[in-house]
């Protein structure tokens, strides 16, 4: 039988949180509740990386992460806590930023076609000269070798027999036989042949060594028309591995294979599976390796979207239930003000009006199907079959980012989705009639999957929605930045409970051992910083006016973007006095953020003018106008708090397997990647467990504060419960609550243990309390897990149940007599 998890626990594992440093708090997940330890990727990546995704040699456990033998002590302690282990995999692509430290893509540089890894990468070695695209210049390959910063050194080496090319600090190999004849070569007086160094950097002789290399030096900006292989996105560092070739798959994945063979882990998560030319024969082919071990799939639903339910996976890693959990803590009353605002802050600085999301969507897509996918969008024209291939090529370029741009999810899997095919097609013959003609030569070809274009059109379909969407549409489309996440749609703005009961039910039925989260490591906003700006959707009008006071103070001149900004510091603001790390953190943010937004600046071409007044702006928040910040946050931190137990508690009780981000068991106000993945002080979260554990003993309860012990409180006894008592978690029934405020209670029954959350808080306070709001429930004895108290009878008053803190978790009386010092509930 195969294991999986109740639930998890994600560690970021790197050279400065190794595999020993990750083994020595297994007691503490023990002690949490946790069942298993999820790792990020484990693989050697690109030295220094923290995020592990730019895997460099699949072949071994990172040195830098601990290696093989870090890795065996991790499981051993792990085994000793009785915890189970799940670790990130990429299968998509490979970094090749430093290309010494990746042996297969130094070996296909230095010998191209002939190298025994040239079939590994997804690179089109027919496309122009037949080399691989490497755009590292700063300028134009004469300005360089002009100013003569490239340098040929002959100096062999055992992986680069006939030496090295340099450029900075980039290496390249030189290709066997490529220096012969190259260079001026003089006689010694011991009558050996010398080279002169000053001759192997000029000009001339590094132009003919360069034109002998089976790679191709570009200028940086070319990369976005001219790069000829498969890349990650639009991250020309990360190149796309070609796993569906036997072969590839089985060099790729012998060392994670062995992992699980060998006891060291028990499941997998993957990363973008969407990026691979079959995901679902992927994972087939991964059940059939693994005997059908647990596997996760990181993917982007969009709001409505179905996993394929063909696919051999337990499920997703929960973007699609975090989005869930957030709307329905979200007063759709706010809806309304929140558009007036962003209206009248558009108007103020002359900006048009807002599109709708849809439309705002397709131009971001469109942008980025014009930008930085044009290489993509080429080489889909380079593969089409005649008599589509004859049309003019610029149409038909034009066409396919039309297409890109309208099409409505990540992908599909032909001959699945195909209605999502046919749907881009009609919108982008609707909005360009004049491409309607190559549009409709296009759909039968894109249609085929017997053939490649139409196989590789569903790879590109994903970058052009992740970065025209999450990393361009949700920096710019700014009412309430708690909407504007991963996995949600933010037009979106809110979801009945009714509504949120439909969706856990749905889960339970058809993905019951799927993730779900809160925060991750790609999350653009901690989970409670969006829980504290979930407030302003009932406080519309309030935050107009408050943000204006803040734009007296300082502004961008860009109003929708001084939303984001203002928003980001009060939602992640830490309380007066500041960390010393906050402006920091802030200012990083804000160059992220307005740069992804690519309205007032880019990552490509900054502009200074807009970045000093941004800069302006977190200095300001930080400095003369810290009180003036604090004193708006005071208003909205108690309620963000009562969000913030309350999403933890729909989570962890709710249905799938809960993970919990690094250090998310305390108050979460990091901001986007890569502040979400900072250290976490895991000494301190076990002496304060411990505290709180022994207090519990004597009746002591934590308060909701800043300290975030009421959220250790919730977090640890219900993994315990779920862990000690899974029987209680096997079911989904929403539960009645009946009275004058039963519009502020989301209450269901996992099948024993009930979960009682509160939703609209200030709205709650207004109206004075529960009043007789109550929870009706069968007629049996209950202990609220979190306070200790027990119940009688079948209806439970909500001011009494939710006299501590906001939310309650029930269950049976002859449940709940454990020993928390044990791992248990009391």
Known sequence: MTARPLTTYRLQVRAAFDLDAAAAVTGYL??????????????????????????????????????????ARFADAARAADLGILVDIVPNHMGISAPRENPWWWDVLRLGRDSAHAEAFDIDWEYGSGRVCVPVLGASLDEVLAAGDLVVDPTPAADAPSGVLRYFDHVFPLAPGSIDDAGPVGVSEDGTSTESATAW???????????????????????????????????????????????????????????????????????????????????????????????????????????????????TTGYDALAEYGRVLTDPVGEQGLDALDARLRTQTGLPAASAWHDLIHDTKRMIADTIQVAEIRRLIRGLPAPVAERDPQRLQDALAELLACFPVYRSYLPAGREHLDAA???????????????????????????????????????????????????????LGSLTEVGGDPSQFSLPVAGFHAAQAARQSSWPHAMTTLSTHDTKRGEDVRARLTVLSEMPERWSRVLEEFRQVATTGHGPFDTLLWQAIVGAWPGLPLPEDFAGRLHAYAEKAAREAAEATGWWDPVESFESAMHAVVDAATGHAAELVDGFVSEIVEPGWVNGLSQKLLQLAGPGVPDVYQGSELWELSLVDPDNRRAVDFAARAAMLADLDAGFERGQLPAVDATGAAKLLLTSRTLRLRRDRPELFTQYTPLTVVGEASAHAVAFDRGGAQAVATRLPRGLARRGGWGDTALLRRDTPAVDVLTGRRYEGGVIPLADLLSSYPVALLVPADAAAHDPREGDTR
């Open 201 to 315: 950097a000029d000009p001339g002789v590094v132009r003919a060594v360069l034109e002998r290399q089976h790679y191709e030096l570009r200028f940086w900006r070319d990369e976005a028309a001219e790069l000829n292989y498969r890349r990650f996105f639009a991250v020309t560092t990360l190149a796309g591995v070609r796993v569906e070739r036997p072969e590839v798959f089985e060099a790729t994945h012998a060392e994670i294979l062995r992992w699980l063979r060998e006891g060291l882990a028990d499941g997998l998560r993957v990363d973008h599976p969407d990026g691979l030319l079959d995901p679902g024969g992927y994972l087939e082919q991964l059940a059939g390796a693994t005997g059908d071990a647990y596997v996760l799939v990181e993917k982007i639903l969009e709001h409505g979207e179905a996993l394929p339910a063909w696919w051999a996976t337990a499920g």
């Open 30 to 71: 023990r002690d949490l509740g946790a069942s298993w330890a999820y790792l990020s990727p484990l693989l050697r990546a690109t030295p220094g990386s923290d995020h592990g995704y730019d895997v460099v040699d699949p072949t071994l456990v990172d040195p830098e992460r601990g290696g093989a033998d870090g890795l």
């Open 425 to 479: 097609a009609a919108e982008a013959s609707g909005r360009r009639p004049d491409l309607a003609g190559e549009i409709a030569g296009l759909l039968p070809v894109l249609a085929d999957p017997s053939l490649e274009v139409a196989r590789r059109f569903q790879q590109t379909t994903g970058p052009v929605m992740a970065k025209g969407v999450e990393d361009t549409a949700f920096y710019r489309y700014n009412r």
